[in-house]
């Protein structure tokens, strides 16, 4: 226990008191604590300096907010630099910007004092965070009156607040208009106004047109191609600006990491792991759970753990949602269990991604029970409500194990309305489960909800192909090529060398493909040899030819994707492959006996999991 009662007495000097002053409320630990300190401030006086008791707000405001504002309330005539400190204090976070507007409405109407430039900077910045195209006029007209719009510091903070918005003309108006006296913040901000719209375009327009360049430049390109999804851009860009001599910070590694994550790009994530440590970037939490995130979904889940248990930057709760994610995705749910069980131990609060990463875990682990015992944990023990991620687990989870009546059962129980996504869980087990009659009725119910939805049309042609109802199934099909909409088609990736190669269903395009088309012939004859039998069950069409059924599986992405792989690396090493839709049963099977017949480890990454295949088996335990 601190003792307080002799810690603050009159000082000899004004500078010694702020120096004593931080050093009390840096020490306190508690509220109490810090309720015993304003009282010695009372008691001796020394709250009545402004100085002072500015100083008491800014070191107060990181403890207790809300403690704050009262101290505030209770100075009788605050000067300017109080007003501000209480305006920037409630504007850093969405859940007080209103205060921080009436504040800053207070400065206005009630103080008798001129607002500055940092007032109105500050007062922005809250309504960029979580207040309104009409609070951030109000302010705008203010700003006119008081003669500082032309101030550089407050057309940056207009650019940006406006960015927020995403209303990138008005933040290019103050642009334009502050062309004579802005700074690189002023095209920094421009920059993640186009880049926050999604306008890659003219934020890398922008780019190309500065003077001059600062990591943070560099940075909002590259994070802007990977929330575009061109995460091939993100590292080429990430490149040049290594070439340029602009040294990446954390925020840099992030997203490149984000995009080596995407692509499946091992090597270059392991390049980059390494130059955070030499470069002596400082490895927070952020970037922590980012290197684990990469190695679990460029499938070295073994490797993620492995950095997970070096580093002690797990105060937060976002690299144990990484490991829990990540042994999610590889089928591995005790060791996602464990690392939550751990994570309570360490006093670690989850969060709602925590609890969806672990319903997943549960989900493709088959594990029922565990699952509905943690969804009903999230509320009774952390008081998380469940959203509607949260019960498109349990329905998932539901729908795998095939209680298909509990799933639906779920879903009509729900406090908001299903989506698509969660019927189309429902929908997919009815396939699997050859549940017909229900998989009609719930067809029926996401096309009244989206008549044009691809995916549900996919299903429920495969549904009429197993029932061999070849005419609903031919309609689908017809309509799906006549809409607007069009069938994502199966692509699949590989990188070798750094290079990555993608192949579409049937691709013929690659410089390679005579070779790879008769590798392909040769890999199916070896495989029939070793007992493989093509399964024709999720064919959408009537082929009565056998040949022509096996010609059509032949030619499906991955198994493109594969053949190339073999034909390109040395006996032994491991394949890598990403397809961007989940993997047919037959390429499943496929798969497994050519990691038997070539003696290869296959991993496939599909659109929900990691597949692991060796010596003829799956990780997946032919459960995904």
């Avoid at 995460?231 to 590694?253: C, I, R, S, W």
Wanted: glycine share 6%; with cysteine; charged share 25%.
């Amino acid at each position: 226990m601190i003792r307080f009662c002799s810690t603050l007495t009159r000082p000899s000097s004004h500078s010694d008191h702020c120096v004593r002053l931080r050093s009390l409320i840096e020490s306190c630990k508690s509220i109490q604590q810090i309720k015993q300190t304003h009282a010695q401030l009372l008691t001796t006086g020394l709250i009545s300096h402004l100085v002072s008791a500015n100083k008491f707000l800014k070191l107060l405001a990181f403890a207790s907010l809300s403690y704050a504002h009262k101290v505030f309330d209770q100075i009788p005539q605050p000067d300017l630099f109080i007003y501000n400190t209480m305006i920037k204090a409630h504007s850093l976070s969405p859940d007080s910007c209103r205060d921080s507007f009436m504040v800053f409405r207070s400065l206005i109407r009630d103080s008798g004092l001129l607002p500055n430039r940092y007032s109105f900077v500050f007062a922005f910045g809250a309504c960029g965070n979580g207040l309104g195209v009409q609070e951030g006029k109000q302010v705008q007209v203010h700003a006119v009156k008081a003669g500082v719009e032309n101030n550089v510091f407050v057309a940056n903070a207009l650019i940006a607040m406006y960015g927020k918005w995403k209303l990138v003309e008005e933040s290019q108006m103050v642009f334009d208009w502050a062309a004579g006296y802005r700074d690189l913040y002023s095209w920094n901000n421009m920059i993640v106004a186009y880049v926050g719209a999604g306008y890659m375009s003219q934020a890398r327009e922008m780019f190309d047109g500065m003077q001059e360049r600062n990591v943070v430049s560099w940075s909002t390109i590259i994070a802007g191609y990977v929330q575009v999804g061109c995460f091939m851009e993100a590292l080429d860009f990430f490149h040049v600006m290594l070439q340029e001599g602009t040294k990446p910070n954390e925020y840099t590694l992030v997203s490149a990491l984000t995009a080596c994550s995407n692509l499946v790009a091992l090597d270059q994530g392991k390049w980059i792991h390494v130059y955070s440590g030499r470069s002596e970037i400082k490895m927070n939490e952020k970037l922590l759970s980012s290197i684990i995130d990469m190695y679990a979904k460029c499938g070295e889940i073994e490797s993620a753990s492995r950095v997970f248990n070096e580093h002690k930057v797990k105060r937060k709760v976002w690299p144990w949602n990484a490991m829990i994610g990540g042994f999610a995705m590889h089928g591995k749910p005790n060791e996602a269990i464990s690392v939550f069980e751990q994570m309570k131990v360490e006093k670690v609060s989850p969060n709602k991604v925590t609890f969806i990463a672990l319903l997943n875990a549960c989900s493709h682990g088959h594990m029922v029970e565990e699952g509905k015992s943690y969804f009903r944990l999230m509320v009774s023990d952390y008081g998380i409500n469940p959203e509607i991620e949260h019960y498109g687990c349990m329905v998932d989870l539901l729908s795998r194990a095939g209680l298909l009546k509990e799933a639906e059962e779920m879903i009509s129980d729900m406090p908001m309305a299903p989506d698509v996504a969660i019927w189309g869980a429902l929908l997919n087990a009815c396939r699997i489960y050859k549940d017909m009659q229900r998989g009609y009725r719930i067809g029926k119910i996401i096309k009244e909800m989206d008549p044009y939805h691809i995916g549900c049309h996919v299903l429920l042609g495969n549904i009429y192909s197993t029932s061999r109802r070849w005419n609903e199934a031919r309609m689908l099909r017809e309509k799906n090529e006549n809409g607007d909409r069009k069938k994502v088609p199966g692509c699949s990736s590989i990188e070798l060398n750094g290079t990555f190669h993608q192949f579409l269903v049937g691709d013929r395009s690659h410089p390679q493909s005579k070779e790879l088309y008769s590798f392909l012939d040769e890999m199916t004859t070896k495989l029939k040899i070793a007992g493989y039998v093509p399964e024709f069950g999720e064919l959408l069409l009537d082929i009565d030819d056998e040949e022509d059924k096996e010609t059509a599986l032949s030619i499906h992405s991955e198994k493109l994707a594969i053949a190339f792989g073999l034909m390109n690396t040395a006996p032994g090493t491991p394949i890598r492959i990403v397809k961007n839709l989940r993997v047919c049963v037959d390429c499943h099977k496929a798969t497994k006996f050519i990691s038997k017949v070539y003696d290869r480890v296959i991993i496939v990454r599909d659109r929900t999991r990691y597949h692991h295949f060796k010596d003829g088996d799956c990780s997946c335990k032919d459960y995904w």
